[in-house]
């Protein structure tokens, strides 16, 4: 699901990143932790092809991130920022995107259900605690059914219930 070999990231002559193999199959879980600036940001952009590895190859579902297609298909990301349209309702945040992604209304129900904010559906964004601005966008991760998950800081502005 996703892979690793002989990775590395150097970025004005340090080694940002440096992993000679890893692989993570489908139906594991793997976490990356580390303090500020031990390049977990740029772990991610190259998991969501942002940017290219020095060397090394990278695959995530069995596709070359820096293919557009294979990260927008098959892959749902929750990013640290959870950048929804503030002044458009959580229906409509959710809408919007299933139209990018060819995805049906009934799947929007669905999302809203499971991630309960089927009674705030008519909410616009901006007016949503964090911890259900935070599920928002974690249902749009979730929207598109994606093969993967990338899932940056999840439990931030989480409520602990």
Do not use: W
Not at 116 to 145: C, M, Q, T, W, Y
Request: charged content about 25%.
């Amino acid at each position: 699901m996703i892979e690793f070999l002989g990775l590395q990231k150097i970025i004005k002559d340090t080694t940002v990143i440096d992993i000679q193999e890893f692989f993570l199959l489908s139906g594991e879980i793997a976490a990356i932790v580390g303090p500020a600036g031990s390049g977990k940001s740029k772990l991610l952009n190259l998991l969501i092809g942002k940017s290219r590895p020095t060397a090394g190859s990278i695959r995530v579902v069995d596709g070359d991130p820096t293919e557009r297609k294979t990260v927008i298909q098959h892959v749902g990301v929750l990013f640290s920022e959870d950048s929804l349209y503030l002044r458009q309702s959580v229906r409509q945040n959710l809408l919007f995107q299933a139209s990018l992604y060819g995805v049906s209304k009934s799947r929007v129900d669905e999302v809203l259900v499971g991630v309960g904010l089927a009674d705030h559906a008519n909410v616009r964004a901006e007016k949503l605690p964090s911890g259900l601005a935070r599920r928002l966008a974690f249902g749009r991760a979730i929207l598109h059914h994606p093969k993967a998950l990338i899932l940056c800081q999840p439990f931030d502005r989480c409520d602990e219930t």
